[in-house]
């Protein structure tokens, strides 16, 4: 299949759009400012990137405007595209979390599961998933499209369903979580003839493959040490037990180098256990990318 060699990506605007951006860059695809915000400028020139709020982004895709995109799962079920979901991308705005839509009600109402709204209004941006929930559940309740602000109708209708990563803004509103509606992680989707593409396809999957490598990347280090062969059984039973460390010889025929990959938060501790266990120039560093 002859291709026009330029892949299509749509990027996540809004609250996730610096976190991709900061993503892309651990990944090494640089994104810049551009005269036209919509429109970043990217170090790849087979990738022509664009903004778009990921409420659009699965029609946009499946519609074939764009290649490829960056969207949550609830948006994909919400407007049931017909996509192809290449990986998912365990990214959000605030942490690696999941995030959820919760069924929420204010702390003084007297509701304390779903079926005690039967009958009632529900206000929510993602209408059809609520819609089916409930169906679900064989309730029947009014669900009304929320414009924003939907923590404020809380008090004005029966519950919400609003997105939530911490939890924090409900609590700040008083509100109080009855269930969890679905349960959304970022994915990187792609159109079936842009998937069929050999040229696309590929630039997709390299596309995949240094986004997860960058996430998986997150909240480590390398550390590397030089040990005398004698103490070697002490510093392996130091390191963690679930790590296997690369172990190397050295021209010094007494020495051998280890290398291992770390969690960030371990290295303060570990690093000093390891230096009265025996191990002699030790270095960490950072990493940006971690390709299982």
């Not at 699965?58 to 979901?85: F, M, Q, S």
């Not at 919400?160 to 509100?175: M, Q």
Request: aromatic fraction near 6%; charged fraction near 25%; include cysteine.
């Amino acid at each position: 299949m002859t291709s026009e060699r330029i892949l299509k990506l749509g990027l996540p605007a809004g609250s996730l759009q610096k976190a991709t951006v900061e993503l892309f860059d651990r990944a090494g695809l640089h994104l810049g400012e551009s005269k036209r915000s919509y429109w970043p400028t990217i170090d790849d020139e087979e990738i022509q990137a664009v903004y778009l709020r990921a409420q659009e982004m699965g029609r946009y895709v499946g519609d074939g405007v764009l290649d490829a995109g960056i969207t949550g799962l609830d948006w994909i079920k919400e407007n049931g595209c017909d996509v192809v979901e290449v990986c998912e991308l365990p990214y959000s705005k605030e942490t690696s979390n999941p995030t959820k839509w919760v069924l929420a009600v204010p702390n003084e109402s007297p509701v304390t599961r779903p079926e005690e709204l039967e009958g009632g209004i529900v206000a929510t941006e993602l209408i059809g998933v609520t819609k089916r929930y409930f169906q679900d559940k064989n309730l029947h309740v009014k669900v009304e499209f929320s414009w924003g602000a939907t923590e404020v109708k809380a008090r004005l209708v029966n519950a919400i369903v609003e997105l939530t990563e911490t939890g924090t803004s409900l609590r700040a509103n008083n509100l109080r979580i009855l269930d969890t509606v679905i349960v959304s992680t970022t994915r990187l989707i792609a159109n079936k003839a842009a998937w069929r593409d050999s040229f696309k396809r590929e630039k997709i999957e390299n596309l995949s493959i240094l986004l997860q490598a960058a996430i998986a990347a997150r909240g480590k280090v390398g550390l590397k040490m030089n040990v005398r062969r004698t103490d070697l059984d002490a510093i392996l039973k130091t390191l963690p037990a679930e790590k296997s460390p690369t172990i190397s010889g050295l021209a010094d025929s007494e020495y051998v180098a280890i290398e291992v990959i770390i969690d960030d938060h371990v290295e303060r501790s570990l690093v000093p256990a390891l230096k009265r266990a025996g191990a002699s120039g030790i270095i960490t560093y950072p990493l940006n990318k971690v390709i299982h």
